[in-house]
């Protein structure tokens, strides 16, 4: 009994200092966001000025410029969830800061029982093992790919990554280089899917790592 309530006070701080560290996250790419909207009359003006000067390459430059930062700030993923449209965006306005590419197809589909927090668990911590990995190569081979949608009658969760070499399994888990916080994400995720009546697997190979999840969907 007593280890069971210490093993439940680690799991409810863990899960308090990721939803710390994702809500941190977005803030921080809303603050940004505010601050390119702040700005936006200014750089208004300044492409003018461009314009009637004759300075045409100065425009293009300026443009290409405001391209590149807006790619930074922009979130255009919906789910259909408030809180997971939030975790998904902010971990992956990370990636691209990180020169890392991503596509993004998801949609929580009607009938899912995860709850938003469980469901932001599960994202965040794939996501971040996605991005960690794709950090350790040279910026040309990187790449993640997220898929959430329905299945069936499950909703289905999938998220590819590029990765260096293959890595062995421990207790049904890969092996992680982060050490033993960075493996217990990895156990949380499989414990939540579970939870919910749901099949987590992963595969590992050289180039690539792929997480899936299928998780029954409440039947209307």
């Known amino acids: 009994m007593l280890f069971q309530r210490m093993i439940d006070r680690r799991i409810e ?8 560290k994702y809500c941190d996250e977005v803030e921080s790419m809303y603050t940004k966001m505010r601050g390119w909207r702040h700005d936006y009359h200014n750089h208004i003006q300044a492409l003018q000025a461009s314009m009637a000067l004759g300075q045409y390459d100065e425009v293009n430059r300026y443009l290409s410029e405001l391209n590149d930062d807006l790619t930074h700030v922009d979130t255009t ?6 809180m997971v449209d939030a975790v ?29 927090v469980d469901m932001c668990v599960i994202i965040g911590n794939l996501l971040d093992n996605a991005i960690e990995e794709n950090k350790r190569l040279p910026a040309a081979g990187r790449f993640i790919r997220v898929y959430m ?17 293959k890595r062995d399994k421990r207790g049904g888990l890969f092996a992680s280089s982060k050490g033993a916080d960075h493996g217990f994400g990895l156990s949380r995720v499989r414990s939540i899917v579970r939870k919910y009546g749901g099949l987590f697997s992963a595969d590992s190979e050289a180039g690539g790592f792929t997480a899936e999840i299928l998780i029954p969907l409440e039947q209307q």
């Open 13 to 20: 701080a863990y899960q308090s200092e990721l939803m710390r």
């Open 77 to 82: 993923v919906k789910t259909g969830r408030v």
């Open 149 to 165: 949608g329905r299945k069936n009658t499950q909703l289905y969760l999938a998220i590819t990554n590029a990765a260096g070499t």
């Open 88 to 116: 998904l965006n902010g971990k992956l306005n990370i990636a691209v800061q990180d020169d890392i590419p991503v596509n993004v197809k998801a949609r929580v589909p009607e009938g899912t029982t995860v709850s938003d």
